[in-house]
């Protein structure tokens, strides 16, 4: 039984956005010996890892923006002199830099981990591959590409066997085009074929990487020579995996199996959607990769940053294009999206309210801003949306099950591929203007044309989300499934597939197989990311103060379209999220430069693996980041 005991402290009657962990970290610091100045920083510290921060200013610094008065000197002081704070150098629950900054032990040993592996990697010759000529490059480009082509021929030039590398561009910019040029190049240069290992942050994104890539290699056959086809034919295309399942998470151990003592056997590692990655992930990641392996992140840095702790994509491409942009390139040509919302990305991307206003009233019928004033207003918005839905006239209640064998998937893939035609995208998930409440409203509205029972779930038609990943089933959070009825008139869920042949095709389950899931008339901007849609209506809260409202999560959103949008949102709360950057404090960026004794401590303690002692409050074990499953 515990020696300590818990009571009721004067900071839990302040009045704070504090959850209830973080509270909880709070009394834990007053049960061993910390006092209530103490338990109050540690109790924010937590907070605001919760929004995304990795690190807590005690002086005077933005931080204030979350809630937290400044600490004075004195204070500080006072903080360092507790046993269960240190600067670093020894294992303590909390950690307070030279800089003043207050940390969770485990945020601060990853960005020193992460700072030190980076160093490393960048540190590393890039080896005696040589660079791919002109010639080669035409090769692979074609004599004639394009201007627009040439930031592509650079990162495939540039790449000549480098420890790191980061691609980084908008939707459309040809990012998986000129990853699969790296990796044929690669292989064609190797006396041997390359183990390539290619993943990514959810399942969904893993399976979009591989399916681009088959497209790539189905397209990129027919223009090489045959000298080169060996090398296209060693990249793979069979398997990319999340990052938990490549790093061997264990859920019985809580920890990562592939580490330093037992990395990742592979030659080359592939990561898309890099902006997803967080610090945690990003430092499990680079103690996997053995130093002689290349590892290849790819993703958009402008994009919303990761859920858990850190905007590692943006702090490493900063840093790179500053220091080392032998090491990064950017593509920003957008290849996909229509010219007119080329311009409003851009303006969105710079926060130009002048911009965009002029860039939506140059598009025309491409683009509109339509206002709602109140719940009733935004009702009809959804309403008119539902009625059309692309499946809408596409849908026979009642004569599905006359549908031969033979035309079942095809029919349901051509369901599938309408689906992707338009799609609502949601800020928030609950309240009035949240993923759930339009989804109920459109699924309100399709019962009443469809002469539906309000207590009937599943129908002809009905569009869902994987919300968790079942390997078994090869079904991934974010799939998206369409309901229709199979040639024996039995209801099936629908997914996108490969065939053995490489085409693309439709598998069916019964509903009641499915992993957890959720209709997906309207899915959440963060759920989007990654995706592309012909036609995307954006709706945001009607309160400018909302905290979600930031450039990130407005351009994200309407890069997910090629071809039109629309805005629900009144002007207010356009022009606040133009204006709020979403930002993020940490230390990453300072650390890369540090190389202070204490830092190396801390990463040669972690090297031994005897971080997770038992010494580290069981509120702050710094466990691996769960795998994405849902918002």
Not at 61 to 74: Q, V
Not at 585 to 607: F, H, M, N, P
Request: aromatic share 6%; glycine share 8%; charged share 20%.
């Amino acid at each position: 039984m515990s020696g300590f005991g818990f009571r009721r402290a004067e900071i839990e009657s302040l009045e704070t956005p504090w959850r209830a962990v973080d509270r909880a970290l709070a009394r834990w610091v007053l049960a061993h010996g910390g006092d209530e100045l103490l338990a109050g920083v540690a109790a924010w510290a937590s907070y605001v890892e919760s929004l995304g921060d990795t690190v807590l200013w005690l002086p005077s610094h933005p931080s204030g923006a979350r809630g937290m008065k400044p600490l004075s000197a004195d204070q500080v002081d006072l903080l360092r002199t507790s046993p269960l704070v240190g600067d670093g150098s020894h294992l303590r629950p909390f950690v307070i830099d030279a800089a003043g900054r207050f940390y969770l032990w485990r945020n601060y040993r990853h960005e020193c981990v992460v700072a030190a592996r980076l160093r490393e990697r960048l540190s590393i010759p890039a080896g005696a591959l040589p660079p791919a000529s002109s010639a080669e490059l035409d090769t692979l480009f074609g004599t004639g590409s394009a201007d627009t082509e040439q930031p592509q021929r650079d990162a495939v030039a540039a790449l000549a066997g480098r420890a790191l590398f980061v691609l980084t561009g908008g939707p459309g910019t040809g990012k998986t085009r000129t990853v699969l040029r790296m990796l044929t190049m690669l292989q064609q240069h190797a006396d041997v074929p390359l183990r390539i290992a290619l993943a990514a942050p959810t399942g969904k994104a893993a399976q979009r990487l591989l399916q681009s890539l088959r497209r790539g290699k189905q397209e990129l056959r027919a223009l090489l020579p045959d000298d080169w086809q060996p090398a296209l034919a060693a990249v793979p295309d069979h398997e990319a995996q999340t990052l938990h399942r490549l790093l061997a998470y264990s859920p019985q151990q809580g920890r990562y199996l592939r580490s330093r003592a037992d990395p990742i056997a592979a030659d080359v590692v592939v990561v898309d959607e890099a902006s997803m990655v967080d610090l945690a992930m990003l430092r499990a990641l680079l103690d996997a990769v053995p130093a002689s392996a290349s590892l290849i992140l790819v993703g958009d840095a402008d994009q919303l940053t990761s859920v858990a702790a850190g905007t590692v994509l943006q702090d490493l491409v900063a840093l790179l294009e500053s220091r080392h942009p032998e090491s990064v390139v950017r593509l920003q040509h957008s290849f996909r999206a229509a010219s007119v919302l080329l311009a409003i990305n851009q303006a969105v991307r710079q926060g130009a309210a002048d911009l965009l206003r002029e860039a939506i009233a140059a598009a025309g019928e491409a683009a509109r801003l339509r206002a709602y004033a109140d719940e009733v207003a935004l009702a009809r918005l959804l309403q008119g949306w539902a009625d059309a839905l692309p499946l809408i006239d596409s849908i026979d209640h009642g004569r599905d099950q006359d549908r031969r064998p033979e035309q079942t998937a095809g029919h349901a893939l051509l369901a599938l591929r309408r689906t992707a035609e338009r799609q609502l995208l949601c800020a928030l998930r609950e309240g009035a203007t949240g993923v759930l409440a339009a989804n109920r409203r459109i699924e309100q509205r399709l019962r009443n044309r469809w002469q539906l029972p309000p207590s009937q779930v599943w129908y002809s038609g009905r569009v869902v989300m994987i919300s968790q990943n079942d390997y078994a089933l090869n079904l991934f959070n974010g799939d998206i499934g369409v309901a229709l009825a199979d040639a024996d008139g039995h209801l099936r869920v629908w997914f996108e597939a490969q065939s053995n042949a490489g085409e693309a095709t439709a598998r069916a389950f019964a509903p009641g197989m499915l992993p957890a899931h959720e209709s997906a008339f309207a899915i959440s901007i963060h759920k989007s990311q990654g995706s592309e849609y012909d036609h995307v209506a954006v709706l945001l809260p009607p309160d400018p103060a909302h905290r979600i409202l930031s450039r990130q999560l407005l351009y994200t959103a309407l890069s997910r379209a090629r071809g039109s949008i629309e805005l629900w949102c009144s002007r207010s709360s356009l022009e606040a999220a133009l204006s709020q950057v979403a930002q993020r404090y940490g230390g990453l960026d300072g650390r890369l430069a540090d190389t202070t004794a204490a830092i190396q401590r801390t990463v040669a303690r972690a090297d031994l693996g005897n971080v997770d002692g038992n010494s580290v409050s069981p509120l702050q074990r710094p466990d691996p980041t769960p795998e994405p499953d849902g918002d």
